[in-house]
């Protein structure tokens, strides 16, 4: 036990502010992984396929099955 005459100083248990450059850099290195992720999402996002409207029939556009007209 420390006595009344001399108490140990503890250094702080954060560092402190961060300087401006180190905030920029880390405001700008998160703004580009976020636009990254984003733009990966929106690249690789995939349409959903929809049903054809009635007034589309389809004559002649489908293609054959592979291996559907071969008989034994």
Known sequence: MPT?????RRPPAHAGRL????????TLVFV???AAI????VLTARPQPTAPSPHEHGHGT???????????
């Open 4 to 8: 009344a005459g001399y108490q140990a």
């Open 19 to 26: 300087r401006p450059w180190e905030r920029v850099t880390i």
């Open 62 to 72: 489908e293609q054959p099955r592979p291996g559907g007209d071969q008989r034994r």
């Open 32 to 34: 580009l992984l976020a």
């Open 38 to 41: 984003t733009v990966i999402m």
